[in-house]
């Protein structure tokens, strides 16, 4: 049994109110995704798609054609699976390249790439390594460079910027070990101490954290006299006194990633180092996770253009009665289904990029959806492409190397790819994110009328603002331009697809609506629909990408044919899918599952776990994080 974690104790209202603290609260731009999710389709927003300038396209195209020669000549895939380890010499090389300043901007010694080519280059990466990809992706997006550049000081700035674009590496320090989706919950304190913090506590899942030299950490400030208090971020010196880095992580896949736990012991830090005020960190790590989670989806777009090459190769030279079995039709609705979908995830991606450069809209929605549906999507296409494969598809690649047969590595890719839905805010969280967002404007207009804790006052007048909302909003639901058989005529064959966004945004909105209408304050509850409902969305605003940038290219390149190809048949697919999802709003199994798994959870099935053993080991489920010295070796290295 463990000793007692010392770990704040709050509930399930005070828990959500955390939360709901830590949102951008309020809406400057707009946005596509959420007037989307409004029933409004705002194609004026995405079309013509936004371009990056001639001076951004010269800077980034150069750099992909040296990092892609690098990818070739010193990233060994093979070897960081085999060894578990990303060797010293990539990362070496990495630093040399300005890989580790791609978003850093040129004052600080950075090479000031724009989202778009920055998420094209960890595509490319990625695709060479996921882990090295993973390793980059960490130290950029949500590692101290991105919070530095949005709410640093000058002076950190200064300080650590040119460290972090060409030597040092960096960590995002958040989840501890009781710690997941639920700050409220978090137990690593900062005290402070006349000029300085004394951190204490322990974190879990530090990717980069066992091999970089500054950390971006979150911990709880008490509130005391002249300290407002809060959950606050830091920047931390990796090599600190105090600092101990008890354990290096093995993963089902990403097996070079350099993941670990970290104890922090009596660590004084400066309050310079303190980014932004006390109590902000969580709306830091928000914010700073609006476009840091684009490089997430980014690799998944560029995992699934890597699968539809091997799908290609391997179904036109495998032959079963007769015929290569990409000819025969239960495989070629799988190719099918891997091109369209892998066109999809890059236009999702390229044009939430773009938005974000362009920074005309507000993209938290659309990030979001960019990785729920990237992550997703990547998987069952591995999924699918392990199928093609057959025997070959599960066999390593070093298995098949060995045998002497071409080395894929199409079972790595499934593992590799698994932890996507899982990294920054699993699907089931991101379910939640979203459709927080998506309510957002009924809540703001509405929300005091089902909140048991306000007055009548509060109800009435929320009534009041609620009846001036809905009574401008609801006729908008009623018809629209999706029902006139010309509208966007420009898209040629996939106007129609364009028309069904429009009349299925504002079925989606009546159904949220009715929704809420239905269960008021228990809707928060309701995860199976809200699911359900993003879902909807999601493939939305993948058509909406798909044919836009199929547009795109009619227009600029000579694939046009084949990208209107594409974009049809990705839009008839997940039109399939979406009126599935209609369905199953109304038509489910919710409240049954909800009451076999509470049977379970109670004990009264245990009887169907009979007849087999479970090889877990001992231990608790849980390890304990209780603050103090380290008894652990240090395993924390530096990359000369």
Same mark, same amino acid.
């Given at each position: 049994?463990?000793?007692?974690?010392?770990?704040?104790?709050?509930?399930?209202? /005070?828990?959500?109110?955390?939360?709901?603290?830590?949102?951008?609260?309020?809406?400057?731009?707009?946005?596509?995704?959420?007037?989307?999710?409004?029933?409004?389709?705002?194609?004026?927003?995405?079309?013509?798609?936004?371009?990056?300038?001639?001076?951004?396209?010269?800077?980034?195209?150069?750099?992909?054609?040296?990092?892609?020669?690098?990818?070739?000549?010193?990233?060994?895939?093979?070897?960081?699976?085999?060894?578990?380890?990303?060797?010293?010499?990539?990362?070496?090389?990495?630093? /040399?390249?300005?890989?580790?300043?791609?978003?850093?901007?040129?004052?600080?010694?950075?090479?000031?790439?724009?989202?778009?080519?920055?998420?094209?280059?960890?595509a490319l990466v990625g695709s060479a390594s996921p882990a090295v990809g993973a390793l980059l992706s960490a130290h950029?997006?949500?590692?101290?460079?991105?919070?530095?550049?949005?709410?640093?000081?000058?002076?950190?700035?200064?300080?650590?910027?040119?460290?972090?674009?060409?030597?040092?590496?960096?960590?995002?320090l958040l989840t501890e070990p009781d710690v997941g989706s639920d700050p409220a919950r978090l137990a690593t304190t900062a005290v402070p101490d006349g000029d300085t913090y004394v951190l204490d506590g322990v974190k879990l899942w530090t990717t980069n954290g066992v091999v970089a030299d500054l950390l971006v950490v979150m911990a709880r400030?008490?509130?005391?006299?002249?300290?407002?208090?809060?959950?606050?971020?830091?920047?931390?010196?990796?090599d600190a006194p105090g600092i101990t880095v008890e354990h290096r992580n093995s993963f089902m896949g990403l097996r070079g990633l350099e993941n670990g736990v970290t104890r922090f012991h009596g660590v004084r830090v400066p309050a310079g180092h303190r980014i932004g005020p006390e109590g902000a960190g969580l709306k830091i790590a928000l914010t700073t996770l609006n476009t840091g989670r684009l490089s997430l989806p980014a690799a998944c777009a560029g995992a699934a253009k890597w699968c539809l090459k091997i799908a290609r190769e391997w179904s036109g030279e495998r032959e079963q009665w007769g015929r290569p079995i990409g000819r025969h039709e239960a495989v070629s609705t799988k190719i099918s289904f891997i091109a369209a979908t892998a066109f999809a995830l890059e236009a999702v991606v390229d044009l939430a990029s773009q938005m974000a450069d362009e920074d005309r809209n507000d993209i938290r929605i659309?990030?979001?959806?960019?990785?729920?549906?990237?992550?997703?999507?990547?998987?069952?296409?591995?999924?699918?492409?392990?199928?093609?494969?057959?025997?070959?598809?599960?066999?390593?690649?070093?298995?098949?190397?060995?045998?002497?047969?071409?080395?894929?590595?199409?079972?790595?890719?499934?593992?590799?790819?698994?932890?996507?839905?899982?990294?920054?805010?699993?699907?089931?969280?991101?379910?939640?994110?979203?459709?927080?967002?998506?309510?957002?404007?009924?809540?703001?207009?509405a929300g005091d009328l089902i909140d048991?804790?306000?007055?009548?006052?509060?109800?009435?007048?929320?009534?009041?603002?609620?009846?001036?909302?809905?009574?401008?909003?609801?006729?908008?639901?009623?018809?629209?331009?999706?029902?006139?058989?010309?509208?966007?005529?420009?898209?040629g064959a996939l106007a129609g697809h364009l028309r069904y966004v429009e009349r299925t945004s504002r079925k989606l909105a009546r159904s949220t609506f009715y929704a809420m209408s239905r269960w008021q304050g228990r809707m928060e509850l309701k995860q199976a629909f809200l699911g359900r409902i993003v879902d909807i969305g999601a493939e939305l605003f993948a058509m909406s990408a798909a044919c836009v940038r199929?547009?795109?290219?009619?227009?600029?390149?000579?694939?046009?044919?084949?990208?209107?190809?594409?974009?049809?048949?990705?839009?008839?697919?997940?039109?399939?899918?979406?009126?599935?999802?209609?369905?199953?709003?109304?038509?489910?199994?919710?409240?049954?599952?909800?009451?076999?798994?509470?049977?379970?959870?109670?004990?009264?099935?245990?009887?169907?776990?009979?007849?087999?053993?479970?090889?877990?080991?001992?231990?608790?489920?849980?390890?304990?994080?209780?603050?103090g010295p380290s008894r652990e070796e240090n395993v924390h290295r530096r990359i000369p």
């Open positions: 049994m463990s000793a007692p974690t010392r770990r704040p104790k709050v509930t399930e209202r /005070e828990a959500r109110q955390v939360a709901e603290a830590a949102r951008e609260q309020d809406w400057r731009k707009p946005s596509f995704a959420k007037e989307l999710f409004l029933g409004r389709f705002r194609l004026d927003l995405v079309h013509p798609h936004p371009l990056p300038a001639a001076e951004d396209v010269r800077r980034g195209e150069a750099f992909l054609a040296v990092l892609r020669d690098f990818c070739e000549t010193r990233i060994d895939g093979a070897r960081i699976e085999r060894e578990a380890r990303i060797p010293d010499e990539t990362i070496t090389g990495l630093k /040399e390249l300005g890989a580790l300043g791609m978003k850093i901007d040129p004052a600080y010694g950075g090479l000031g790439l724009t989202q778009l080519y920055y998420n094209r280059a960890l950029q997006s949500i590692g101290v460079p991105q919070p530095l550049k949005l709410f640093g000081t000058q002076e950190q700035k200064d300080a650590f910027l040119p460290r972090l674009a060409r030597t040092d590496l960096s960590a995002f400030v008490p509130a005391s006299e002249g300290h407002h208090g809060g959950i606050t971020a830091f920047v931390v010196e990796a659309e990030a979001a959806l960019a990785k729920l549906y990237g992550s997703e999507k990547a998987w069952l296409i591995a999924d699918e492409l392990v199928q093609i494969r057959g025997g070959r598809g599960y066999e390593t690649a070093d298995s098949l190397a060995a045998r002497g047969e071409r080395a894929v590595p199409a079972e790595q890719l499934l593992r590799d790819l698994r932890i996507n839905r899982i990294f920054e805010g699993s699907t089931e969280i991101m379910h939640l994110l979203i459709a927080r967002e998506a309510v957002d404007a009924h809540l703001s207009v048991p804790e306000k007055s009548l006052a509060d109800k009435a007048r929320a009534g009041a603002r609620a009846g001036g909302f809905y009574a401008r909003w609801l006729p908008g639901l009623v018809a629209g331009t999706g029902q006139l058989p010309g509208a966007y005529g420009e898209f199929a547009e795109l290219l009619r227009t600029t390149s000579d694939h046009g044919p084949e990208a209107h190809r594409l974009a049809d048949a990705f839009c008839r697919q997940a039109r399939l899918r979406v009126d599935e999802l209609f369905t199953r709003l109304w038509s489910n199994t919710d409240d049954l599952d909800r009451r076999v798994s509470d049977g379970v959870l109670a004990g009264r099935y245990t009887w169907l776990e009979a007849g087999i053993v479970d090889p877990s080991g001992e231990g608790p489920w849980i390890a304990d994080a209780t603050p």
